[in-house]
């Protein structure tokens, strides 16, 4: 079997429950700094797998239990407290809205420097443009030199999407944000995510959606509150996930 893309071992990240607000002067002052206990939690802990190349997966489980959390570890933008993730290739990842991209500058500005941070050269993104910005769609073109931040939330997944899936990157990573897209879009985007997966990629997906997840993912991990309660082949996780949902476990 070749090297695993993913190696993910006894992971764990531990979070603040609640920020507390600042104090004022004042009651530093005559109360001091101290203060209660912060109260953290485990959002994820003893989480442990491997992802070989060309791996379909899809991370299900009900809200609060992980997914987003972990994603964002295997892109790097979260470290862990305890354990490590390995990834052994560059990551695509369209984890958020924003998809990581500047709010001040344009949509065409954007595009270069996410293009170039994934380590596409300049004429490789000239060579590229006008396919991302054709998927993108026409209300895209038209927005391309005002500022990203103006965006709807259907455009901003757009660009995402289009810059996302048009690196080179092996490991391409999609946090639920197809369901802000339009019935049409969203057909593009199984589209794009077939030929990625028929071009040997690996695939990540958070999904609420069962199709969705039938569709792209052969394997699913489920997490239920920050723990890895299944690993498995995604009909087999989907199945114990629907049970627990019925019996409100
Ligand atoms: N930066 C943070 N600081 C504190 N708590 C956080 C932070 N990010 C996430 N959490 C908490 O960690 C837990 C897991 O959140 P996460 O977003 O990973 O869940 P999820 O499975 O993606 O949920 P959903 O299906 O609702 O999107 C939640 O309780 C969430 O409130």
Request: contains cysteine.
């Amino acid at each position: 079997m070749a090297d695993p893309v993913i190696s993910v071992q006894d992971l764990g990240i531990e979070f603040f429950r609640s920020r507390r607000r600042r104090m004022q002067l004042r009651e530093l002052l005559f109360h001091g700094s101290s203060g209660a206990p912060k109260q953290t939690f485990w959002a994820l802990r003893n989480i442990s797998f491997d992802i070989q190349p060309g791996e379909a997966v899809g991370l299900v489980g009900g809200n609060g239990g992980g997914k987003s959390t972990l994603l964002k570890m295997i892109a790097g933008v979260l470290l862990p407290d305890e354990g490590s993730v390995t990834v052994n290739g560059g990551v695509a990842p369209l984890i958020e809205l924003t998809g990581g991209f500047v709010g001040e500058l344009s949509a065409r500005d954007n595009i270069y420097l996410t293009a170039g941070l994934h380590g596409l050269p300049k004429a490789a993104i000239e060579e590229r443009f006008d396919d991302i910005v054709a998927f993108a769609g026409p209300e895209v073109r038209a927005g391309l030199d005002t500022p990203y931040r103006h965006f709807s939330s259907g455009m901003k997944v757009r660009l995402g999407f289009a810059v996302v899936t048009t690196l080179d990157e092996p490991i391409v990573l999609v946090d639920e944000v197809l369901a802000v897209g339009d019935r049409a879009f969203r057909e593009k985007c199984y589209q794009r995510m077939e030929s990625l997966l028929a071009d040997g990629r690996t695939l990540f997906l958070v999904s609420h959606s069962e199709k969705d997840l039938r569709r792209f993912s052969t394997r699913g991990l489920y997490l239920k509150r920050g723990e890895l309660v299944m690993d498995a082949p995604m009909d087999d996780v989907l199945e114990r996930y629907n049970h627990d949902l019925d019996a409100g476990a």
